[in-house]
């Protein structure tokens, strides 16, 4: 199978030049020239399968230039390294209701879903392209991201990793977990500004030609971490087709049926590898993309205007405080047609006007799949305590955000639906926030708060969280967004003379 990018189709390449490049040469983002369809007897099959083998059998019909087999391998190891016995259980809380919990990995984050991945997909790519040059993953991150790639490709051979974040938009539990990662090639620097500011620096890096023969000087290749990388969102298809096929395995609907996924949104790449899940064949209903008071996916979806000329807001769901959506332009281009032309225009007045608009036939397509909702910290709070009191269940900042949209969404349209809410980080990530929630009192230290919502919970703190205030803090430099660009090539030069 081919990629073509967004903003220039005429270009192709193959599976592995998409995870090596990261971004395409135009600045688009890679996409497959068709997409796949599981029929009836594979969802029967996967239904009886574990999640390795599930997760392997959906990236082998998405990556043509990896086998099964070698897929299955790398899942089989990628997938160990998760606690419990399911990497991303299923849990029934509500008639008709489940919970996907994707933060049993090594971060307790969903990234882990897809980022204990990718380190094996680029290695092998690595080699099926005859790539010389190291590589050099260069990550933006709102919170999570960062530490799920700097965990995933910690001592990889032949890759070093240099994460930026924006230093007063993460948590302190994301933030301590990045300053003290361990690992030979990596490098983790906070950014003054928030997180566009930092993700737009990163992307213009990928897009600078002098730079990055800066870079390749210093005998490094460019690659992304970031869901802009389609390494990164394939593996993430995998859990939605899971969902699906553990549903199908309980009995719980018959194939055919259909199902609604809710799912806290910031980057939109969660969200659109459900819409690509539907694309291969899952039965969906509706795709509920629920956001934080930094609205501008809901506006979009409401209006068919996007539009970040509006004020930022910083939230108890940090890894949602984004206005720039960059995985969005995937959707841009399945929805116009696959009109690269129409999708690079639309990207150019994004970055020169901070806006764009779609047709009223494109946002009428839309509609029709994708409903939205928002949450303010207060909703989101009392959303926490809610399912905390009526079901015993413990939710994070994000995943509350989403399972309250959801509330509204079925308040307003009586839709009985299964619907699926899919939880992207464990509570104890945001411990004081998801403390004051349940229990109406307010401790700032993460640590603190941490034990005490232990006690009012009786919730077990995850491994990974263990012990992380003993660690020895690695790094805590802190530069202006105008200096990212020197900083990587600081890097590399520092890098290649090791």
């Not at 990793?161 to 990662?181: A, E, H, N, R, W």
């Not at 995998?238 to 049926?257: P, Q, T």
Request: charged residues 25%; negative net charge.
């Amino acid at each position: 199978m081919n990629y073509i990018s967004t903003r220039n189709k005429s270009e192709k390449c193959s599976g592995a030049e998409a995870i090596v490049n990261g971004l395409a040469p135009d600045g688009g983002l890679y996409v497959p020239e068709s997409l796949p369809r599981l029929t009836k007897e594979d969802f029967i099959n996967l239904a009886k399968e574990d999640y390795p083998s599930r997760a392997a059998r959906v990236l082998s019909l998405l990556l043509s230039d990896y086998t099964y087999e070698e897929l299955l391998d790398y899942t089989t190891k990628a997938y160990s390294r998760f606690y419990g016995d399911d990497p991303c259980p299923l849990v029934n809380i509500d008639e008709g209701v489940y919970v996907l919990e994707l933060w049993h990995g090594p971060t307790c984050a969903f990234k882990d879903m897809a980022l204990t991945m990718l380190p094996h997909l680029l290695s092998a790519a690595r080699k099926k392209v005859g790539e010389k040059d190291k590589t050099l993953i260069m990550v933006a991150t709102s919170g999570d991201t960062g530490k799920a790639a700097l965990e995933g490709f910690k001592d990889v051979e032949g890759t070093n990793i240099i994460v930026f974040y924006p230093s007063k938009g993460v948590s302190d539990m994301q933030k301590l977990q990045m300053k003290t990662q361990t690992g030979d090639n990596v490098c983790v620097c906070a950014i003054e500004g928030n997180f566009d500011d930092t993700q737009n620096a990163v992307k213009n890096i990928f897009a600078d030609k002098k730079i990055n023969e800066e870079i390749h000087a210093g005998g490094f290749k460019l690659s992304s971490a970031n869901s802009i990388n389609w390494g990164r969102l394939a593996p993430q298809i995998a859990y939605y087709v899971s969902a699906y096929c553990d549903l199908l395995d309980e009995g719980r609907i018959e194939y055919g049926d259909k199902v609604n996924f809710c799912v806290p949104s910031g980057n939109f790449g969660n969200i659109l590898a459900a819409y690509y899940a539907m694309k291969m064949g899952v039965g969906v209903n509706r795709l509920i993309c629920a956001s934080n008071v930094n609205h501008v996916l809901t506006d979009f979806f409401r209006t068919g205007v996007y539009d970040i000329n509006r004020d930022f807001h910083k939230t108890i769901s940090p890894s949602m405080d984004i206005l720039i959506s960059s995985n969005l332009e995937r959707l841009l281009f399945e929805i116009s047609g696959r009109d690269d032309k129409l999708t690079a225009e639309r990207m150019k007045a994004l970055k020169t006007e901070g806006k764009y608009s779609v047709s009223a036939k494109e946002l009428e397509a839309l509609q029709s799949l994708f409903s939205v909702g928002y949450a303010d910290d207060e909703e989101t709070k009392e959303t926490i305590a809610y399912s905390m009191d009526e079901y015993g269940y413990l939710m994070d900042t994000h995943t509350a955000v989403a399972y309250g949209v959801y509330c509204d969404y079925v308040d307003e349209s009586a839709d009985e639906t299964p619907t699926v809410v899919v939880s992207t980080a464990n509570a104890y990530k945001f411990p004081a926030d998801v403390y004051e929630a349940v229990s109406g009192n307010r401790v700032d230290d993460a640590f603190e708060a941490t034990e005490k919502l232990c006690e009012e919970t009786g919730e077990e703190v995850p491994e990974p969280l263990k012990g992380l205030k003993e660690r020895p803090v690695r790094f805590e430099e802190v530069i202006d967004r105008s200096r990212i660009a020197d900083k990587v090539v600081e890097y590399c030069r520092q890098a290649s003379n090791r």
